[in-house]
């Protein structure tokens, strides 16, 4: 018994040594080198886009037995893409961009965003050429950016342009089956977190809801695809919904992609644009290595400071989220540094814990006492995500940003059905009439509902206010598109929750004016909070316990379980303004 031991003693010691020379050695590599010349290659199979740029993180539960499976895909900032992207336009080395966007996965903002930076690109007069086998919503929307879209010939793809859908699921009868009952406390007829727990289907306030972002996200796609592809938006819209876009000839056939090409001639027509003989001699630029090469964020005496609150509102310090102790500490770490002359906020978040979203509003109202501040909205900026960001001197947004969820709720579970069902007997003994009202053993009787309705009513009518003082609006105003509705960005800016439809590079150029910044080059952009290294996530994972089974993973319920795990983290009489749902296109 002691020898084996001993053996898993060691083979844990060896494992650890093992990780460290592996991601070692990684994080030495170094800047790659590039051709002098060639074809700036946008495979988004290769790189992962998000709000910030980082090391490859570490994938959760690597162990020994995965090092030779670990996928080492960097992870480009929106940001550095676009600088990047900027730099390849006026690069003489970089003849052509090669789009190739089937795998990509992300939200819809970001697609917007990005193809308004290819867009720029396109318009320095170099070429861009998409090529495409399995063009999805998202990717095609990406490809019609190009002056060329290549699809490959073959049969047999999986082709799935047919528009945007949103799936609701509802656990009231499956909880009524196990006994499990869920108090829930709200205000706002659109606050439709929660509602997964309480009904059988969506209310017709919920159900017109998402049918109207949903509508309003899709005309912003279907409209510059038509536009780009010079074909009516009605003509394209038939096209889906007559499911007629299935083989790789009904795309051409539509006007849809400009030739199809099998692997051979793909290769020769990249050559002949480039003007060479060989593939060898294309001179193929990695993006992720271009973005390494020719992006540095050097702080200098004259800094924009970008403060990304991407995640979802929690309280604490954790990682991975916007936790308000950690967050308020970096607020106040750029307040402070007086090479910091102008500051954006970029949020990208479904809100939270209202408790934390206090916290951090204050540390920004603070940071604009002495700064000017300036929001750019993301995939999201929504309850808790509004509740930060409204007091802004201006509000940029993209199209298809979801904002706005001007509501609170407060959910607690009482299990005493459960109890009786497996034979558990509860009694509970306490100092006052209500002591035990959170003991989640039983259901709340009318007074105790009255109370945490007050403090839920209390906490939106804050809410309303805040926003109306913010925007410069009546209560009354506010209160009547609030109710925890959720808005496009399109339609946010028509009710006066934004201020204009522009990316995080139209906010940054409009943080440096304000702060008499009147070119580029006399401000440098820096971002925080910084992110992780891949040697400090190891470090950290270290004293976490094993992962729990992944058995819902990939299926309708993982989010469910999610859900689950997130609602215990506060404590049951906590407040919430929260997104009820995240959207990803493909």
């Not at 966007?101 to 990005?114: K, R, T």
């Not at 829930?184 to 007829?189: D, E, S």
């Not at 102008?342 to 479904?350: G, I, K, M, Q, T």
């Not at 009255?450 to 209390?458: K, T």
Request: glycine content about 8%; charged content about 20%.
């Amino acid at each position: 018994m002691l020898a084996v031991i001993c053996g898993f003693i060691v083979l844990r010691i060896l494992r650890i040594l093992l990780l460290l020379i592996f991601v070692g050695s990684a994080l030495a590599s170094g800047k790659p080198s590039l051709p002098r010349e060639g074809v700036l290659d946008f495979d988004m199979s290769a790189f992962t886009l998000a709000e910030q740029s980082q090391e490859a993180q570490m994938p959760q539960g690597m162990d020994l037995m995965s090092l030779g499976s670990f996928d080492m895909n960097p992870i480009i900032g929106m940001h550095d893409a676009v600088v990047a992207l900027r730099a390849a336009a006026s690069d003489p080395g970089v003849k052509y961009l090669l789009l190739r966007a089937d795998e990509m996965s992300m939200g819809m903002s970001q697609v917007e965003e990005l193809r308004a930076a290819l867009a720029e690109f396109r318009r320095s007069g170099k070429a861009i050429i998409a090529y495409t086998e399995n063009p999805g919503n998202g990717s095609y929307y990406l490809a019609t950016v190009a002056d060329k879209i290549y699809m490959g010939s073959q049969h047999g793809g999986n082709a799935t342009v047919i528009g945007l859908s949103a799936r609701l699921i509802f656990l009231k009868d499956l909880l009524d089956k196990v006994g499990l009952h869920m108090q829930l406390i709200r205000h706002g007829k659109y606050k439709s977190a929660g509602e997964m727990y309480i009904r059988s289907t969506a209310s017709p306030e919920n159900r017109e809801q998402y049918q109207v972002l949903i509508s309003s996200c899709w005309k912003a796609f279907s409209s510059a695809i038509a536009q780009s592809r010079g074909i009516s938006e009605e003509t394209f819209n038939q096209l889906v919904d007559d499911l007629a876009l299935v083989q790789p000839e009904d795309f051409l056939y539509c006007g849809l992609v400009d030739e199809l090409v099998d692997h051979e001639a793909l290769i020769e027509k990249l050559c002949t644009l480039a003007q060479v003989e060989k593939v060898e001699k294309l001179g193929l630029m990695p993006f992720a290595d271009y973005v390494s090469a020719r992006v540095q964020e050097m702080p200098g005496r004259n800094n924009v400071a970008v403060i990304y609150a991407d995640g979802e509102i929690v309280e604490g310090k954790e990682y991975g989220q916007v936790s308000a102790d950690r967050f308020v500490q970096v607020i106040d770490q750029v307040r402070k540094d007086k090479t910091v002359k102008a500051v954006v906020l970029r949020v990208n978040s479904p809100g939270g814990s209202v408790s934390a979203s206090v916290k951090i509003r204050t540390a920004l109202d603070l940071l604009q006492k002495e700064k000017p501040l300036v929001a750019s909205y993301g995939d999201y900026a929504a309850s808790g995500g509004y509740w930060i960001s409204n007091g802004c001197q201006k509000i940029y947004t993209d199209a298809t940003t979801l904002t706005g969820s001007i509501g609170v709720f407060s959910m607690i579970p009482e299990f005493s059905a459960v109890t009786k069902k497996v034979g558990v007997g509860v009694e509970s003994v306490g100092s006052n009439k209500h002591s035990d009202m959170f003991s989640l053993m039983r259901p709340f009787d009318k007074d105790e509902l009255a109370y945490m309705q007050a403090s839920v009513e209390d906490i939106y009518e804050s809410f309303v206010n805040l926003v109306a003082s913010s925007r410069n609006m009546e209560p009354a105003r506010v209160d009547e598109i609030a109710q925890g509705r959720v808005w496009t960005g399109v339609d946010a800016l028509e009710i006066g929750l934004v201020d204009e439809i522009g990316t995080l590079e139209d906010a940054i150029a409009y943080a440096a004016a304000l702060a008499d910044f009147h070119s580029s080059d006399e401000y440098t952009i820096v971002g925080y909070p910084q992110p992780l290294t891949m040697m400090e996530e190891l470090l950290m994972s270290f004293g976490q316990g094993p992962e729990e089974p992944a058995i819902l993973a990939d299926t309708p319920f993982a989010g469910i379980a999610k859900a689950a795990k997130e609602l215990t983290k506060e404590q049951p009489s906590a407040v919430y303004a929260r997104l009820p749902y995240m959207l990803e296109i493909r």
